[in-house]
Nanobody, 124 residues
Framework: VQLQASGGGLVQAGGSLRLSCAAS????????VGWFRQAPGKEREFVAA????????AYADAAKGRFTISRDNDKNTVYLQMNSLKPEDTAVYYC??????????????????WGRGTQVTVSS
């Protein structure tokens, strides 16, 4: 299984970015794909997740109203649209997969498959 995150970059506060997570090797068809982030000196934290089959979603409070997670099962890709970005959103963003159904506010330990992260930097 390989998960490849992309789309990070440098953006000004108030701007937008769209992250992509392309999965190869398996589809997590009955499970979920999520986004986590880790800022320097902080623990990795949950951002959003989506159920691969029915598309139900879960968001961290910090992401609600600003971030939208979506999927394209034909492309085996999950997206994270991030709007109204703030400097505190600066972090390395990781996508992760799990073969079990989606849960609310999962810990990183709930996901068994991880990709390399992509850096998101929001300047003030």
């Amino acid at each position: 299984v390989q998960l490849q995150a992309s789309g990070g970059g440098l953006v000004q506060a108030g701007g937008s970015l769209r992250l992509s997570c392309a999965a190869s090797g398996r589809t997590f068809s009955s499970g979920a794909v999520g986004w986590f982030r880790q800022a320097p000196g902080k623990e990795r934290e949950f951002v959003a997740a989506i159920a691969s089959s029915i598309g139900s979603t879960a968001y961290a409070d910090a992401a609600k109203g600003r971030f939208t997670i979506s999927r394209d099962n034909d492309k085996n890709t999950v997206y994270l649209q991030m709007n109204s970005l703030k400097p505190e959103d600066t972090a390395v963003y990781y996508c992760a997969g799990r073969i079990m159904p989606i849960v609310q506010n999962p810990s990183p330990a709930a996901f068994g498959f991880w990709g390399r992260g992509t850096q998101v930097t929001v300047s003030s």
